[in-house]
């Protein structure tokens, strides 16, 4: 691994089990195995490792959700691939980390929520409109406010409020939001492909032991 992705990695790892507010340039360079001055020669200040980290970060898993897009074989199978994906990212997130995200560093948070409208929003649209087409999801549905709306549900789950109070919570509070949704915009034939689904990729996910 070239060394800038093993900073950026590495920051990532410990933003996500530690949040944004307390980590230092010293425990990023300590984490990535590398001198203090080797990580000041890739970022000036813990800001920059900040930014550059989270939009690696996110370009990386956006990719990965096209990935199990075009992988998938109907719109049904790829929501409920994708809510098993986010399940297992979750088990490694700190509830608070976005909040402390947008808090300390919002132009960060910013960079962030502008991919989501500019790449997840398009994918959860264009994953609306094909399960239109396929009949497993409502014909009556306007995709684009649903797919800002799934993307800003998401997004609440990550934030401190009488929804979520601890990791395993925010696991649990994730899928219950994502199959809310699913129900909101399937037919009675997406329905049964979802229980079916669920049953193949969700069942796994959930008998995973959170540490």
């Avoid at 093993?6 to 790892?13: A, D, Q, R, T, V």
């Avoid at 994906?85 to 960079?111: G, S, T």
């Avoid at 790449?119 to 087409?133: P, S």
Wanted: charged letters at 25%.
């Amino acid at each position: 691994m070239e060394t800038l992705d093993k900073i950026l990695n590495s920051s990532i790892e410990l933003f996500s089990q530690y949040g944004f507010k307390t980590i230092t340039m010293d425990d990023i360079a300590r984490r990535a195995g590398v001198s203090k001055k080797t990580l000041y020669q890739h970022f000036a200040n813990k800001q920059e490792v900040v930014s550059e980290s989270v939009t690696w970060y996110k370009n990386n898993t956006t990719e990965n959700c096209e990935c199990i897009l075009d992988g998938a074989d109907n719109a049904i199978e790829a929501m409920v691939k994708m809510l098993a994906f986010f399940d297992n990212l979750y088990k490694r997130l700190n509830p608070m980390a976005i909040f402390e995200l947008q808090r300390f560093f919002p132009d960060a948070y910013v960079k962030f929520k502008d991919l989501l409208i500019k790449r997840d929003v398009v994918m959860v649209r264009d994953n609306i409109l094909q399960g239109i087409e396929e009949g497993v999801y409502r014909p009556d549905l306007n995709a684009e406010l649903l797919a800002r709306y799934r993307i800003e549900t998401a997004l609440m789950a990550l934030q401190p409020n009488l929804l979520v109070s601890d990791r395993a919570n925010l696991i649990s509070v994730a899928l219950e939001i994502g199959e809310h949704f699913m129900y909101g915009i399937m037919t009675e034939a997406g329905v049964q492909s979802y229980l079916l689904y669920k049953e193949q990729y969700l069942k796994q996910t959930n008998t995973t032991t959170i540490i």
